[in-house]
C-alpha cells in the first residue's frame, strides 16, 4: 500500500460522530490490553524482538516478484507452521495461511502480502544503517510478514484464547498487476470464503493509523502500434515511440485535485527491437486513483482523451502510406472504492486500542487487499506495521527501534484480539 | 542496411567525371561477363535456384538476434564447408569465414551479414506469397547469404579462377548495437586483417545499386534517472517517464533537412518495475543518420538540448525534494561517414559490370559494414542481394522471382569477379 496515510477532513468529521455514538467503548479494548495473557503476550513480543528483525531480513532477502512468490511463500509457510499454526497450507492462487483457532466458526482473516514491486534481480540485500533496515520491499509489507509471525508466536506463548477463529494469511499479488489476486481468492474461491466475517490487512503505516476506506484506482495497458521500418530507409513515416511520447507528455501536464486526492503514474514504459528499426509497437503501464469516485471518472476520461489525441497528432505528422498508429488501451487493474464506516464495530473496537495505547486514531484510506472486502460488503480495515519510508523505491528502508518497534507489534495484536471477540 | 537506395547529385556528377576519366573500362567486364567459366557459372546458378531459395528459407527461420548469431552461424559454417572454400572457421567476435583461393596474396573480402535486428521470440516462419517470401530478416540480410552461398557453388562448379583470393564471411553484429562489432574485428584484428585490400558487402537491394557511401550516424542511450516512489504515496514528485516523454515529444517535433538527407529515430524503450511505482529510471535508445557530417552535428546539437529540456522542465513541473531527474547520454553506435571515390577501381568496375548487364549504375550512401573499410581508407561498396522491402518491420518480403533472382545473382557474381582481378 501507500507509504502516507491521509487524514481526511470527512473521516475526521464521521469520527466524531461516532464517538458520540460510542460514549461506552464497545470493544472491551481495556479489559483485553490490561489482561494477564495479553501483558504476558506483551512481554513476549520485547522477548522475541531479536527473532523478528532476523525474519524480517531473511524474509526481505528472498526476492518475491509479482507472480514470483513462490520462494519466500515456501519459506513463510515453514515459518507459520513453526509458530504454532495449525492447517497451514498454499491454496490453489499461492497464498499461505495457517488457523488458529478459536471457540466460535466465525473467522478473522488477518494478512499481510508475499510480493513486492520489484522484478527479478533486484538487490534485495539488507543494509542496517543504525536502527534502519533499508532494502526494497522490507518496509512493504515484508515488515508485515514478520509482524505477524511474532504475534502468533506471542498468542502462543500466552495461550491467549480468542472466541472467534483467526486466520493468517501471507498473500500474494497484492501489489501492481498482482491487482488482489491473493485476496480475491480467499474471499471468493478459497475454502474459508465463507467463514470469514472481519478483516484487517496490515499493510500500513505508523499504529495510529487506521486505513477505513479503500481507494479506488484505474490501471491501464497502452500499446500504441504503427507498421514499424527501418529508421533510416522508411524515415518519415509514423513512429508509436512518437506516439506514446507526446501522450506522456500531454498525460504529465493533467492537473489533478489535491483534495480530493487524484494522482497518475507512468509505471512501466516498454517496446522496439532495435535502436535502428521503428517501432512496431511500444506500451505504457498507468496507474490513476482518486480518493474520489468522479474526479477518478473524470481523470480516467482526460487521459484516454490524450491518447486518442497522441494518435491522431503523430499519424497528422508524419506519413501513413504503410500503416497508421493505433492505441490498444487495455484494462489491466480496477480496484473498487468503499468503506468500512468508522460507526462500524471493527473500525469502533481498533479505534478504542489505539486510545487505549496513548495513541490518537486516524481514519484514512488507501488501496490494500482491503479493498476487497469491502467492495463485497465485509468490514476490513488495514492497520499499521510500524514506521517505514520510500515504498516502491530503492532506497525504501523500516526504522526497527526497539522500544517502538515492540509497541507497535502490542497495538497491532489487541486490534486483533479485539477484532476476533 | 536500409532498403532504399539514394541517387546523390553530387555522385552522379562525380560519376560523369569519373567516365569521361574511364574511357576503357579498366576492370575487363565485358571479357569476364562474355568468359566461357563465367557463362558456366550463369548456367550453375540457374540450375542452383531451388536450393538458393530453399537455404534462404532455411537460414530465414534459424533466429539471429543482434549477440546472439551463434545458431545461425553454425548452420552457415556447414554450408561454407560444404560449399567448396577452404580454411572454413569461426573468428572470436562471430564472424564464419573461408577462402576460395586466387593466384596472389591480395584479398577481396566479401560480406553478408547473419544477425538481423529481431529480438529473440520473433516469428521468422517463412510465409510464400507468390514469388514473395515473406519473413522477419528474411531480405535484411539472410538473402545476402543465401547469395553468397550460390555464388560459391557456381564457381566451383564452372571452376572459375581469380587472381586474388576471395574471403567470403558471414558476419556478426551489422545491426543495431552490434554496431558493426564483426566488421571492425575482421579489419582490425582477425588474421586477415593485413591481407585484405578490398571488401564488398552484400547488403543492398537492386543490381544497379552500388553503395559507395558510408552514412554516418550517432546512436545514443538516454537514462533518465530520478528518485522514484510510490505511484500514489509519492505523488507531486518527479517522474522520469514523464520527463521521457515530454523528451521525445520534442524530439519528434525537430524539422530535419530532406536533402542531404537526415533522419532520427526512438527504437527502443524501457523502464519501471511495476504500474504502481513512480520509475527510478526509464531509457529510450536514439538513432540519428545523415548524409552531411555537418547536418548529423546539429540534429545531434539539437537532440541533446531536447534532452536537457525535457530534465529541466520535469524538475520544474514536480518535486524534487526526493531528488532530482537526471539524464545520463550514452553514446551506443558511432559509424563513421565518408566515401569510396566513383573513380576507384573498385567502383569503376562494378559499374562497368552493371552497364554490361543492361542496368543504370546508382551510387548511393547507407550505413552497412562498409562504413568501417571505407573510414579505414579502404575501397569498399556495397551491392545489391535481390529487392526486398519493408526491411526492419514484420512484415519484410523479397521477391524471389526465377528470372530477376538468377539474373541478380550473376551480377553480383561477376561484380565480385572484377572485383577480385
Keep these: 500500500m501507500n507509504g502516507r496515510h491521509l487524514v481526511l477532513a470527512s473521516c475526521v468529521i464521521a469520527a466524531s460522530i461516532a464517538a458520540l455514538r460510542a460514549q461506552t467503548p464497545p470493544t472491551g479494548a481495556e479489559a483485553i490490553v490490561g489482561s494477564p495473557s495479553f501483558l504476558a503476550a506483551s512481554d513476549f513480543?520485547?522477548?522475541?524482538?531479536?527473532?523478528?528483525?532476523?525474519?524480517?531480513?531473511?524474509?526481505?532477502?528472498?526476492?518475491?516478484?509479482?507472480?514470483?512468490?513462490?520462494?519466500?511463500?515456501?519459506?513463510?509457510?515453514?515459518?507459520?507452521?513453526?509458530?504454532?499454526?495449525?492447517d497451514v497450507e498454499t491454496d490453489a492462487e499461492g497464498n499461505v495461511m495457517g488457523v488458529r483457532r478459536g471457540?466460535?466458526?466465525?473467522?478473522?482473516?488477518?494478512?499481510?502480502?508475499?510480493?513486492t514491486v520489484f522484478p527479478e534481480g533486484t538487490d534485495v540485500h539488507v543494509k542496517r544503517d543504525g536502527t534502519k533496515l533499508r532494502a526494497p520491499g522490507v518496509g512493504d509489507d515484508t515488515r508485515g510478514l514478520a509482524l505477524m509471525l511474532t504475534m502468533i508466536r506471542a498468542m502462543e506463548a500466552a495461550h491467549v484464547q480468542t472466541p472467534n477463529d483467526i486466520l493468517f494469511v501471507g498473500n500474494v499479488g497484492e501489489e501492481g498487476e498482482g491487482d488482489l489476486r491473493g485476496a480475491k481468492y480467499l474471499l471468493l474461491k478459497g475454502k474459508y470464503k465463507d467463514r470469514i466475517t472481519s478483516f484487517i490487512s496490515i499493510d500500513g503505516g505508523d499504529q495510529g493509523n487506521i486505513t477505513n476506506g479503500a481507494l479506488g484506482s484505474k490501471r491501464y495497458r497502452v500499446t500504441f502500434k504503427g507498421p514499424g521500418g527501418h529508421s533510416y530507409g522508411a524515415f518519415g513515416i509514423v513512429n508509436p515511440a512518437f506516439a506514446m511520447g507526446e501522450a506522456i507528455?500531454?498525460?504529465?501536464?493533467?492537473?489533478?485535485?489535491?483534495?480530493?486526492?487524484?494522482?497518475?503514474?507512468?509505471?512501466?514504459?516498454?517496446?522496439?527491437?532495435?535502436?535502428?528499426?521503428?517501432?512496431?509497437e511500444v506500451s505504457m503501464d498507468v496507474d490513476m486513483r482518486s480518493e474520489s469516485p468522479d474526479a477518478l471518472k473524470k481523470l480516467v476520461?482526460?487521459?484516454?482523451?490524450?491518447?486518442?489525441?497522441?494518435?491522431?497528432?503523430?499519424?497528422?505528422?508524419?506519413?501513413?502510406?504503410?500503416?497508421?498508429?493505433?492505441?490498444?488501451?487495455?484494462?489491466?487493474?480496477?480496484?473498487?472504492?468503499?468503506?468500512?464506516?468508522?460507526h462500524s464495530p471493527l473500525v469502533q473496537s481498533a479505534t478504542a486500542v489505539v486510545k487505549t495505547f496513548g495513541l490518537t486514531p486516524r481514519y484514512g484510506i488507501s488501496s490494500t487487499d482491503s479493498n476487497i472486502p469491502i467492495s463485497l460488503g465485509l468490514p476490513a480495515i488495514t492497520i499499521g506495521r510500524g514506521p517505514s519510508e520510500r515504498s516502491h523505491s530503492l532506497d525504501e528502508w523500516t526504522d526497527v527501534e526497539k522500544t517502538s518497534a515492540v509497541k507497535a507489534a502490542q497495538v497491532a495484536l489487541a486490534i486483533i484480539l479485539a477484532a476476533a471477540q
Design 45 to 86: 513480543l520485547a522477548r522475541d524482538y531479536d527473532r523478528f528483525v532476523r525474519e524480517l531480513i531473511t524474509l526481505t532477502e528472498i526476492p518475491a516478484p509479482p507472480f514470483k512468490e513462490t520462494a519466500r511463500a515456501a519459506s513463510f509457510l515453514q515459518m507459520l507452521r513453526a509458530s504454532g499454526l495449525v
Design 249 to 280: 507528455a500531454k498525460f504529465s501536464g493533467l492537473t489533478v485535485p489535491a483534495n480530493p486526492k487524484t494522482t497518475f503514474n507512468v509505471g512501466v514504459v516498454q517496446g522496439g527491437t532495435s535502436v535502428n528499426s521503428i517501432p512496431t
Design 301 to 342: 476520461a482526460d487521459f484516454q482523451a490524450v491518447v486518442r489525441e497522441a494518435v491522431a497528432h503523430e499519424n497528422a505528422a508524419r506519413s501513413t502510406k504503410e500503416g497508421k498508429i493505433e492505441a490498444d488501451v487495455k484494462l489491466i487493474g480496477d480496484r473498487p472504492s468503499g468503506e468500512t464506516p468508522v
Design 103 to 115: 471457540a466460535n466458526r466465525a473467522m478473522l482473516a488477518v494478512l499481510a502480502h508475499l510480493d
